[in-house]
């Protein structure tokens, strides 16, 4: 796939910001201040000798950063908040005078949806293009595939996706929730609220769904002294769930517990639908279902079935106000914005701030000034970094309507500290 090096030129499905358009968004937004950071520093205070000193993409006037994310095959139905939410941070900050002086420069790659090409694609950017950081993936697939690249080249990824946990590495920041503060957290809502004692878990073939829903497994039986009573994958853009359907209905479990992603959700949906398996009738909870998704499921098709996640388009927070009219602004009245769309956009805001508290582009200054770097802007309400390069954040479980919005009937008390290891779930 062709890549583009100019931040500002369209992309299919994503349209250019004209001047006007970023003016009136900026003025929309107002100045984005970041807790516990400094003002905006002027290029010449910060020589390039001296905050670059591991040969990156660093000017004077500028700074290189990789965009990695399908803009094509099954996994671009989510995918492409991201790649927007990512771009507007950029376009804010750039707008504001940029990072350490320097505007970023951004180029974009397409994983196609497809592991290997993500490999090669992160290999072209930290290699070739000598990006300073990377905005990118979505499945854990994906992030596999590139983790040893990150690793060997010392870059740095900020990966904004919900994901099982079990890993923690010096090269990833992970703006999305693991395990405990999504999959446990659901599944203890919905044994105390809706008394689900049996559950049916169904997935995605690849590694996040299936390791999601071992670790669901071992907090059913080992934890909550429920039972499993169905347990099936699907292969990556799948459409027949008629099988499937079949055994649920069979089995029937006081929960569906989904972690079907990409393309697949919309025929799950409306074939369960088909099949009389509605909210009105069975209990359904997912955790891979966000406002992204829903645009091509329908909300007729969703209605009374239930999320887990920590952010939703609906969130009731003057952060998240400006944020969605900042994201309308730029991409239409129409467009929405789910989890990972949201935990895309803090990548570029924790990047600046983490390299504006080093003084500083190289990787190892970055990553040793990110834990502790709060967020008292996000649109989800506040994150901070914890020194497992995990966020703390809130969970939330939010039921779906059939105008295609979610309501949120479920939110955590507290903050939750990051757990990507959690003890009896290995």
Same mark, same amino acid.
């Given at each position: 796939?062709?890549?583009?090096?100019?931040?500002?030129?369209?992309?299919?499905?994503?349209?250019?910001?004209?001047?006007?358009?970023?003016?009136?968004?900026?003025?929309?937004?107002?100045?984005?201040?970041?807790?516990?950071?400094?003002?905006?520093?002027?290029?010449?205070?910060?020589?390039?000798?001296?905050?670059?000193?591991?040969?990156?993409?660093?000017?004077?006037?500028?700074?290189?950063?990789?965009?990695?994310?399908?803009?094509?095959?099954?996994?671009?139905?989510?995918?492409?908040?991201?790649?927007?939410?990512?771009?507007?941070?950029?376009?804010?900050?750039?707008?504001?005078?940029?990072?350490?002086?320097? $505007?970023? #420069? &951004?180029?974009? /790659?397409?994983?196609?949806?497809?592991?290997? @090409?993500?490999?090669?694609?992160?290999?072209?950017? =930290?290699?070739?293009?000598?990006?300073?950081?990377?905005?990118?993936?979505?499945?854990?697939?994906?992030?596999?595939?590139?983790?040893?690249?990150?690793?060997?080249?010392?870059?740095?990824?900020?990966?904004?996706?919900?994901?099982?946990?079990?890993?923690?590495?010096?090269?990833?920041?992970?703006?999305?929730?693991?395990?405990?503060?999504?999959?446990?957290?659901?599944?203890?809502?919905?044994?105390?609220?809706?008394?689900?004692?049996?559950?049916?878990?169904?997935?995605?073939?690849?590694?996040?769904?299936?390791?999601?829903?071992?670790?669901?497994?071992?907090?059913?039986?080992?934890?909550? $002294?429920? #039972? &499993?009573?169905? /347990?099936?994958?699907?292969?990556?853009?799948? @459409?027949?769930?008629?099988?499937?359907?079949?055994? =649920?209905?069979?089995?029937?479990?006081?929960?569906?517990?989904?972690?079907?992603?990409?393309?697949?959700?919309?025929?799950?949906?409306?074939?369960?639908?088909?099949?009389?398996?509605?909210?009105?009738?069975?209990?359904?909870?997912?955790?891979?279902?966000?406002?992204?998704?829903?645009?091509?499921?329908?909300?007729?098709?969703?209605?009374?079935?239930?999320?887990?996640?920590?952010?939703?388009?609906?969130?009731?927070?003057?952060?998240?106000?400006?944020?969605?009219?900042?994201?309308?602004?730029?991409?239409?009245?129409?467009?929405?914005?789910?989890?990972?769309?949201?935990?895309g956009y803090l990548g570029p805001w924790l990047w600046k701030a983490a390299v504006e508290r080093a003084g500083s582009f190289d990787v190892?200054?970055?990553?040793?000034?990110?834990?502790?770097?709060?967020?008292?802007?996000?649109?989800?309400?506040?994150?901070?970094?914890?020194?497992?390069?995990?966020?703390?954040?809130?969970?939330?479980?939010?039921?779906?309507?059939?105008?295609?919005?979610?309501?949120?009937?479920?939110?955590?008390?507290?903050?939750?500290?990051?757990?990507?290891?959690?003890?009896?779930?290995?």
């Amino acid at each position: 796939m062709s890549h583009d090096h100019d931040e500002n030129a369209s992309r299919p499905g994503i349209p250019a910001l004209s001047d006007v358009t970023r003016r009136r968004l900026l003025q929309g937004l107002g100045a984005i201040p970041l807790a516990g950071v400094p003002g905006l520093a002027f290029a010449q205070q910060f020589p390039t000798a001296k905050v670059m000193t591991t040969g990156k993409a660093v000017t004077d006037t500028e700074v290189v950063v990789g965009q990695l994310h399908s803009s094509s095959g099954t996994m671009a139905i989510s995918e492409t908040g991201a790649i927007q939410a990512e771009q507007l941070a950029i376009d804010q900050i750039n707008a504001m005078g940029g990072v350490l002086g320097r $505007k970023i #420069k &951004v180029i974009k /790659e397409d994983g196609a949806s497809d592991w290997p @090409t993500f490999a090669e694609k992160s290999r072209k950017l =930290i290699l070739n293009d000598k990006v300073a950081c990377v905005f990118g993936c979505w499945t854990s697939a994906s992030r596999k595939a590139v983790l040893p690249i990150f690793e060997k080249e010392n870059n740095l990824l900020y990966y904004p996706t919900f994901y099982e946990g079990l890993e923690q590495s010096k090269n990833v920041i992970y703006t999305g929730q693991e395990a405990t503060q999504q999959i446990l957290w659901g599944l203890d809502w919905a044994k105390d609220e809706k008394k689900a004692k049996t559950f049916f878990l169904v997935g995605s073939d690849y590694i996040w769904p299936r390791t999601s829903m071992k670790i669901a497994r071992k907090h059913i039986e080992n934890f909550q $002294k429920g #039972k &499993v009573v169905g /347990e099936e994958y699907y292969a990556l853009g799948s @459409t027949n769930f008629q099988s499937l359907i079949n055994k =649920i209905k069979i089995a029937k479990p006081d929960c569906i517990f989904a972690a079907v992603v990409g393309g697949s959700n919309v025929a799950f949906y409306k074939q369960l639908k088909a099949a009389g398996i509605t909210g009105a009738k069975q209990f359904l909870l997912t955790l891979s279902v966000t406002e992204d998704e829903m645009l091509g499921v329908g909300g007729e098709n969703f209605a009374g079935f239930f999320s887990s996640m920590k952010y939703f388009q609906t969130l009731e927070n003057d952060n998240n106000k400006k944020f969605v009219e900042a994201f309308k602004a730029a991409y239409g009245p129409k467009s929405v914005i789910g989890d990972v769309t949201q935990a895309g956009y803090l990548g570029p805001w924790l990047w600046k701030a983490a390299v504006e508290r080093a003084g500083s582009f190289d990787v190892d200054a970055v990553v040793k000034a990110s834990p502790g770097i709060e967020l008292k802007t996000a649109p989800e309400g506040y994150v901070k970094v914890h020194e497992n390069h995990h966020l703390w954040s809130k969970a939330r479980i939010a039921e779906g309507m059939p105008d295609g919005t979610f309501k949120v009937v479920a939110e955590s008390k507290d903050l939750i500290e990051p757990n990507p290891f959690p003890k009896g779930y290995q």
